[in-house]
């Protein structure tokens, strides 16, 4: 039973209804209302009437809403990534007809096509170089609110505790949550990197070690992982190679030796997975995805994990589990074509952040979007690494990634520097401190 009115009930409430006016004049405020509330879920964080209230829902329909009420501009990037999300989003209601479970995968579209239709909302009407950095700013707030707390928590157990994440949210468990800390710390690292406010550049540092920190505290293998994935390319990407890895190996130490010997000893289960239950219950799941998908066009549509179908496809029949893969989730559901077009989507994605990197050095006003597509590509390796042990295919952090890559191609192509200022945190600063600047970043991490 939920208790009356709390402070933080009515906290919430207040902020949420007074963005909602702005939300219906102005398309992209109500996306960035939606990712807060569907990133962060900060109303899981309320004890009265507020915790169950439908604040994503509201945020969506006044979104959607303002499409029609806006004299914003608003159109849809051609790009090849949106198409494939269109064609994905097609094939699942395909497969969703013939799925093993008809009610229960259509319970789960439902979700599923909501983070999409927001997903496509955002490509629309994020068109400007504010859009874009507020909408960078929401994320890495969003999430850096979760790695702030479970920093210090780990830091006051001593690594002794594991950090979970804010409970019914697609990064509730403690796996889940470590795979979205370790993925937004690159995007924290861009907004360090552009900013011209010393205090911001301090603040979001410090963000930055206590995520990783939080990261290490979810005990999380594949989180693990996808940190030291991270490590190498940001390794590899700078110029100053030995003073670059001396860093990333002093930091990793001194995280390292600050968890305890229970830490430690999970780690190395990586390893030595035969030994380990849950990997072998993960890898039991993989095959039976793989079975089912040679076995079926469709895939056996959402909500395929149950004891029926490893008695069917599964080489251990009663050991059932999630797919614990963004890939076997998406093979096991959706069947081949699904997963290409899933890998298509990331791939456009990746490539597009190449491209972003090598145009924006041509100017100095596009010089920020080589930093933030260099970021990004971090980011989707992460969470490509991370991912094959987690199931978090239709996480929204990674399509929110996607979105900020299409729309920063779009700025750039439309040439939109000539008409817009230098940015809503960077402004405040001489356009010379700005250009100056973004120089010396390059060339530290280009």
Not at 38 to 63: C, E, K, Q, Y
Not at 189 to 218: D, K
Not at 237 to 253: E, F, H, N, P
Request: proline share 4%.
């Amino acid at each position: 039973m939920r208790r009356g009115p709390t402070v933080r009930d009515l906290l919430l409430v207040g902020i949420f209804l007074g963005i909602l006016p702005y939300a219906i004049r102005r398309p992209w405020v109500g996306v960035l209302l939606w990712t807060w509330v569907s990133i962060m879920n900060p109303h899981r964080l309320a004890f009265g009437f507020a915790h169950d209230a439908p604040f994503a829902a509201v945020a969506a329909g006044i979104t959607f809403l303002g499409l029609f009420m806006t004299r914003d501009k608003v159109s849809m990037p051609s790009h090849p990534s949106v198409k494939l999300l269109l064609a994905f989003f097609i094939w699942m209601c395909i497969t969703t007809a013939f799925a093993f479970f008809p009610v229960a995968s259509w319970d789960q579209l439902k979700k599923v096509w909501k983070i999409l239709l927001m997903t496509g909302i955002a490509f629309a009407v994020l068109r400007e170089r504010k859009h874009i950095e507020l909408f960078i700013w929401v994320n890495v707030l969003s999430i850096g609110f979760y790695g702030f707390k479970g920093g210090i928590f780990t830091i006051r157990s001593g690594g002794g505790e594991k950090v979970w994440g804010p409970a019914g949210s697609f990064i509730e468990g403690n796996n889940e949550i470590g795979l979205a800390l370790v993925a937004i710390i690159p995007l924290m690292n861009y907004l360090r990197m552009v900013s011209t406010r010393g205090w911001i550049r301090l603040g979001l540092l410090v963000l930055m070690l206590l995520s990783a920190t939080a990261a290490l505290g979810t005990q999380s293998r594949g989180a693990f992982l996808a940190i030291a994935a991270m490590a190498v390319v940001l390794w590899i990407r700078t110029k100053r190679k030995v003073i670059g890895g001396a860093l990333i190996t002093l930091s990793a130490v001194a995280l390292l030796a600050f968890m305890p010997a229970s830490w430690e000893e999970r780690m190395r289960t990586i390893g030595n997975y035969e030994e380990d239950g849950s990997a072998m219950g993960r890898i039991n799941a993989w095959w039976m995805a793989f079975r089912l998908a040679n076995d079926h066009l469709f895939g056996g549509g959402f909500e395929i994990y149950t004891g029926s179908i490893f008695a069917r496809y599964a080489p251990m029949p009663n050991d059932v589990h999630a797919a614990h893969s963004i890939y076997f989730q998406v093979l096991g559901e959706h069947g081949y074509v699904g997963l290409i077009l899933f890998l298509l989507i990331w791939f456009f994605a990746f490539q597009t952040a190449g491209k972003l990197r090598k145009q924006a050095l041509k100017r100095d006003e596009t010089q920020w979007l080589h930093h933030l597509a260099g970021m990004c590509q971090v980011s989707l390796v992460g969470y490509a690494v991370g991912g094959a042990f987690l199931s978090l295919a239709y996480f929204d952090l990674p399509y929110n990634i996607l979105v900020t890559l299409v729309v920063s191609l779009r700025w750039l192509q439309g040439e939109r520097w000539e008409t817009e200022p230098q940015g809503a945190f960077a402004s405040a600063a001489p356009v010379s401190q700005i250009r100056a600047a973004a120089r010396t970043k390059v060339q530290q991490w280009s």
